[in-house]
């Protein structure tokens, strides 16, 4: 329990404390936030009060001073966060740093610098097989070796709450996607850079990566379907991928840590986790279409982990930038994060409550993500959500 009055098992209750970056009419400088309940403690004004040794560690208009800061100083900013909402004394102090949710403007939280989408849901995987191959394998046969994934577009992802502007290209005759998808993912944020030629291995896992976001990699699948072999996913995907506003720091996810699924290949040194401590994480999903929830996905299905998904990114020496996001790939156990899946290609189209019929998405449809995962002591860790409309 907090001063604040919010509840241990709020998604946003002093156990979880997820930064953002937001604005208000009475200050629209976009700065650090961090969500407690419904309201956000305006970090900059709050840390020149309280802490101004880490004024430099929050400055600014992005995440990104924060990002780079790394894990002695992430872990002393979350522990004075910590005192300041559950210690009575400090209930004036902050007081007047707290700005209703309602009345701010949630931004890009960091700049994102290079973005990679995986592929690590061994569910997701052989449904796509099915569909898109049928009479394969439905894995590939590298699949259980390392996680696949690809370089996708920085500059176009964009905050929950940004409209999706539906894409046209070859389908290939030229023209509106009529296949629009979404696909449920966690995002990975990367805090401190490494150095180019020296792979990172995975038990630096947290040294490196600051925290975690919902993302939706909106996915045109007939502009895939034409352009996307031999060379991967390009315009049927970079048109938008959109992030949740609040980034959880690792640190709130500490009791969501679990065993990933048994592994079936033996795995090459930089990748085999068997003797490291475990990233997998116990995350639930939420997938809403015009208020209708439609799946339920959980991440601890997960083949492939953050930790693992870092140590390949690096492995051939490429080097980590402050601001990198990397995608999990859509989450499809439990329930599946598409609805490429969900309607089995078109075939068999979704019936939503209030009588509509979807296969693919239609203009004015939107799709929010939700998460949590299990904090100590019954708390609830939310991550937010991910929200987007599409337009025509
Ligand atoms: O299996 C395929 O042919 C295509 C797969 C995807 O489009 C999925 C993708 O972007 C990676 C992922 O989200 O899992
Ligand atoms: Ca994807
Ligand atoms: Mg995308």
Same mark, same amino acid.
């Given at each position: 329990?907090?001063?604040?009055?919010?509840?241990?098992? %709020?998604?946003?209750?002093?156990?979880?404390?997820?930064?953002?970056? /937001?604005?208000?009419?009475?200050?629209? %400088?976009?700065?650090?936030?961090?969500?407690?309940?419904?309201?956000?403690?305006? &970090?900059?004004?709050?840390?020149?009060?309280?802490?101004?040794?880490?004024?430099? *560690?929050?400055?600014?208009?992005?995440?990104?001073?924060?990002?780079?800061?790394?894990?002695?100083?992430?872990?002393?900013?979350? *522990?004075?966060?910590?005192?300041?909402?559950?210690?009575?004394?400090?209930?004036?102090?902050?007081?007047?740093?707290?700005?209703?949710?309602?009345?701010?403007?949630? %931004?890009?939280?960091?700049?994102?610098? #290079?973005?990679?989408?995986?592929?690590?849901?061994?569910?997701?995987?052989?449904?796509?097989?099915?569909?898109?191959?049928?009479?394969?394998?439905?894995?590939?046969?590298?699949?259980?070796?390392?996680?696949?994934?690809?370089?996708?577009?920085?500059?176009?992802?964009?905050?929950?709450?940004?409209?999706?502007?539906?894409?046209?290209?070859?389908?290939? &005759? /030229?023209?509106?996607?009529?296949?629009?998808?979404?696909?449920?993912?966690?995002?990975?944020?990367?805090?401190?850079?490494?150095?180019?030629?020296?792979?990172?291995?995975?038990?630096?896992?947290?040294?490196?990566?600051?925290?975690?976001?919902?993302?939706?990699?909106?996915?045109?699948? #007939?502009?895939?379907?034409?352009?996307?072999?031999?060379?991967?996913?390009?315009?049927?995907?970079?048109?938008?991928?959109?992030?949740?506003?609040?980034?959880?720091? &690792?640190?709130?996810?500490?009791?969501?840590?679990?065993?990933?699924?048994?592994?079936?290949?033996?795995?090459?040194?930089?990748?085999?986790?068997?003797?490291?401590?475990?990233?997998?994480?116990?995350? %639930?999903?939420?997938?809403?279409?015009?208020?209708?929830?439609?799946?339920?996905?959980?991440?601890?299905?997960?083949?492939?982990?953050?930790?693992?998904?870092?140590?390949?990114?690096?492995?051939?020496?490429?080097?980590?930038?402050?601001?990198?996001?990397?995608?999990?790939?859509?989450?499809?156990?439990?329930?599946?994060?598409?609805?490429?899946?969900?309607?089995?290609?078109?075939?068999?189209?979704?019936?939503?409550?209030?009588?509509? =019929?979807?296969?693919?998405?239609?203009?004015? #449809?939107?799709?929010?993500?939700? =998460?949590?995962?299990?904090?100590?002591?019954?708390?609830?860790?939310?991550?937010?959500?991910?929200?987007?409309?599409?337009?025509?």
């Amino acid at each position: 329990m907090s001063w604040l009055d919010v509840p241990v098992d %709020h998604p946003f209750g002093p156990a979880t404390l997820p930064y953002g970056v /937001f604005s208000t009419a009475a200050d629209p %400088h976009p700065r650090v936030g961090v969500a407690i309940g419904h309201q956000i403690i305006d &970090l900059p004004a709050a840390v020149r009060r309280l802490a101004p040794g880490l004024a430099s *560690a929050v400055a600014g208009p992005s995440l990104n001073a924060l990002l780079a800061a790394g894990p002695a100083v992430w872990a002393e900013v979350r *522990a004075q966060l910590t005192t300041w909402v559950t210690e009575e004394v400090y209930r004036d102090l902050l007081g007047g740093h707290l700005v209703a949710a309602g009345d701010a403007v949630m %931004h890009l939280p960091f700049t994102v610098a #290079d973005y990679v989408d995986f592929y690590a849901s061994e569910q997701h995987a052989t449904n796509l097989g099915r569909i898109l191959r049928p009479g394969q394998e439905p894995l590939t046969a590298n699949w259980k070796h390392l996680p696949i994934g690809y370089h996708g577009r920085a500059g176009t992802v964009v905050v929950s709450g940004t409209d999706i502007v539906r894409p046209s290209g070859q389908r290939p &005759l /030229f023209g509106p996607s009529q296949r629009l998808d979404i696909e449920a993912e966690l995002g990975f944020v990367v805090g401190v850079p490494s150095t180019l030629g020296q792979p990172v291995p995975l038990t630096s896992f947290d040294q490196h990566v600051f925290g975690v976001c919902l993302v939706n990699d909106w996915s045109a699948r #007939d502009i895939q379907a034409f352009e996307y072999v031999p060379l991967g996913p390009f315009l049927g995907k970079s048109f938008a991928t959109s992030i949740s506003p609040w980034i959880v720091p &690792l640190a709130a996810l500490d009791h969501a840590r679990v065993a990933p699924p048994e592994r079936t290949v033996p795995l090459q040194p930089y990748l085999d986790d068997e003797k490291t401590p475990s990233w997998g994480l116990d995350v %639930h999903l939420e997938v809403r279409l015009n208020g209708h929830v439609i799946s339920t996905p959980s991440f601890d299905t997960m083949y492939w982990t953050g930790a693992q998904m870092m140590a390949h990114l690096t492995v051939n020496g490429a080097s980590l930038r402050t601001g990198d996001l990397y995608a999990s790939g859509t989450i499809s156990g439990g329930s599946p994060g598409s609805l490429i899946e969900l309607s089995w290609n078109g075939q068999e189209p979704l019936l939503l409550p209030d009588g509509s =019929a979807r296969a693919f998405l239609e203009d004015g #449809d939107e799709v929010v993500i939700s =998460a949590t995962a299990p904090g100590a002591g019954g708390a609830t860790i939310g991550l937010g959500e991910v929200r987007g409309r599409v337009v025509g």
